[in-house]
């Protein structure tokens, strides 16, 4: 960043802007070409007008882009813009949603701390504690989401973060965003939340008390699954300490990718309203029909946590999941009938995804600790695009068929 420039009128101002015009403008710094658009700075490394200016912009001391594992125009650009969104002082973009948990739990936590996680969170992520942060020292607790008491008995002096997903990947449970920011809070703890079902179109994590949120730009921030890219967002104290570890580990967001994401949000809440929508709609549809056991959506009246979703979001997402009477036979089989929806275990894409999360995202843990989770062989994940729905309905009676 040079501050030889200024723009002036070229950049916008944006005091007092909405949520829609953030999501367009926000973190636009023109250059001297004018650009309209955003730029991409395809640089791994940036010049400096003698070695004085180089020392001081290395050493902190001078504002200024020094190497593209931890500064770039570009992806500084997104990040500015999903911190506004976010209500957060500062974002920090990283290489996928998994390596913004990683970041922010290296960056955050020593031997001997202590992790609490909810049991209902991402396979991969339940992978990352247990395989990797363990190895190292972290301690890893899991407690159930919606049990306050547990929560808090679980704290010691030796927590440092309490981590959630909510809503939670597939089963859409929820946690009391408010009520665990001060539990973690009494704990001297950090609670850090996994915003990507919601994005901050539908939950805005940190207004709700929280201190940390993680973002899989993979999914709805992109929107056309078409990129890798993942968020921390927090106090600006902080996401120093992530930054640090960016700058020395460099799990670094390309500049291409950001301004992938850059498009995404500007069109977010646009989509986001139509995701949801289409979802409800085949949420109360599937809730209709005998051969499903049960749907977990939490635009449900039926969902035991309907009232919480009321209170803290504005939108219910766009991710349905449920049962189907036969276990993972008849699960595969209404997979394998549909023959328009897309058989991937991504989400967040226009394109209608159907996955079978004990065999994909969850498979790789142990079958006790899969029932434990609630994941049983019967469940089937969908995230709703943005199809006509009477053609997705249409898809998905093929597989109700076929059970």
């Known amino acids: 960043m040079t501050t030889d420039w200024q723009a002036g009128r070229l950049n916008s101002e944006l005091s007092g802007a909405g949520f829609d015009t953030l999501a367009v403008r926000a973190g636009q710094h023109r250059s001297f070409e004018s650009e309209h658009s955003e730029a991409i700075f395809t640089t791994s490394s940036y010049v400096f007008r003698n070695a004085a200016q180089a020392a001081a912009t290395f050493a902190g001391d001078l504002d200024g882009n020094v190497y593209s594992r931890y500064t770039n125009p570009t992806v500084r650009t997104f990040e500015e813009r999903l911190a506004a969104l976010e209500g957060a002082e500062k974002c920090v973009a990283t290489a996928s949603g998994m390596s913004a948990i990683l970041a922010t739990v290296m960056s955050l936590c020593s031997q001997g701390d202590q992790i609490l996680a909810s049991r209902s969170i991402f396979g991969a992520t339940v992978s990352l504690f247990d395989k990797y942060c363990a190895r190292f020292g972290i301690e890893i607790t899991y407690v159930q989401i919606d049990d306050l008491a547990a929560w808090e008995a679980a704290c010691t002096d030796k927590t440092k973060l309490l981590f959630i997903e909510s809503p939670s990947n597939p089963l859409a449970e929820l946690a009391d965003i408010r009520a665990l920011s001060r539990i973690a809070h009494a704990a001297g703890a950090l609670l850090m939340v996994d915003n990507c079902f919601c994005t901050p179109v539908l939950q805005k994590p940190l207004a709700l008390g929280a ?4 973002h899989s730009a993979t999914k709805y921030i992109d929107g056309q699954g078409r990129c890798l890219g993942g968020a921390v967002l927090g106090r600006a104290d902080v996401m120093k300490e992530v930054v640090g570890f960016l700058r020395t580990a460099g799990p670094t967001m390309s500049p291409f990718n950001a301004w992938v994401f850059l498009k995404g949000l500007e069109t977010l809440r646009i989509r986001m309203n139509a995701h949801c929508q289409s979802a409800h709609t085949l949420a109360q549809w599937l809730e209709q ?3 499903v056991k049960k749907v977990y959506y939490a635009g449900l009246p039926s969902h035991p946590q309907h009232a919480l979703a009321q209170q803290q979001q504005s939108g219910f997402g766009a991710v349905v999941s449920f049962e189907v ?18 058989i991937t275990a991504n989400l967040g894409d226009t394109k209608t995804t159907i996955t079978h999360p004990a065999s994909t995202t969850h498979g790789r843990l142990a079958a006790a600790e899969r029932e434990k989770a609630g994941i049983h062989d019967g469940l089937i994940r969908v995230a709703v695009g943005l199809e006509e729905v009477n053609d997705i309905q249409a898809d998905l009676q093929r597989g109700l068929d076929a059970v």
Do not use: H, K, N
């Open 211 to 214: 201190d940390i949120v993680i």
């Open 289 to 291: 029909q005998p051969q």
């Open 325 to 342: 009477e036969g276990g993972q036979a008849a699960a595969w089989r209404f997979i394998d009938a549909t023959q328009m929806i897309s």
